[in-house]
């Protein structure tokens, strides 16, 4: 009988060496797990703040853009020079865009 407790202590201590490398194991992978989830947390948090200098700089373009069509409105509706005016600088600046594209397309090939 005292061989069979001895043996059965020896499979104790090997089970137990088990559990104990088997435990270093989850606690390693917890702790990678704990950071991954921090380091997504600040990742969040990061875009959260990008998103919100987003958001007011386009509030401030669209502000932009509300007054330069109100002055062009106000522009198109006076009366006939501006009318002539606002007519070249619109026939300019499809030229410039034109001319521009060429360039750009003679640049490349």
Same mark, same amino acid.
């Given at each position: 009988?005292?061989?069979?407790?001895?043996g059965?202590?020896?499979?104790?201590?090997?089970?137990?060496?088990?559990?104990?490398?088997?435990?270093?194991?989850?606690a390693?992978?917890?702790?990678?797990?704990?950071?991954?989830?921090?380091?997504?947390?600040?990742?969040?948090?990061?875009?959260?703040?990008?998103?919100?200098?987003?958001? %007011?700089?386009?509030? %401030?373009?669209?502000?932009?853009?509300?007054?330069?069509?109100?002055?062009?409105?106000?522009?198109?509706?006076?009366?006939?020079?501006?009318?002539?005016?606002?007519?070249?600088?619109?026939?300019?600046?499809?030229?410039?865009?034109?001319?521009?594209?060429?360039?750009? %397309?003679?640049?490349?090939?």
């Amino acid at each position: 009988m005292a061989d069979w407790n001895r043996g059965h202590g020896a499979v104790d201590d090997m089970l137990d060496a088990e559990n104990k490398l088997l435990a270093d194991n989850l606690a390693t992978k917890v702790s990678r797990l704990k950071s991954l989830a921090y380091d997504i947390d600040k990742e969040a948090d990061e875009q959260n703040s990008y998103l919100d200098g987003m958001d %007011s700089d386009f509030l %401030s373009t669209t502000g932009l853009l509300t007054g330069s069509v109100k002055r062009f409105s106000t522009m198109v509706l006076s009366g006939k020079d501006n009318r002539r005016v606002l007519c070249y600088i619109s026939v300019g600046l499809v030229l410039v865009f034109f001319l521009l594209y060429y360039l750009v %397309s003679r640049a490349q090939a």
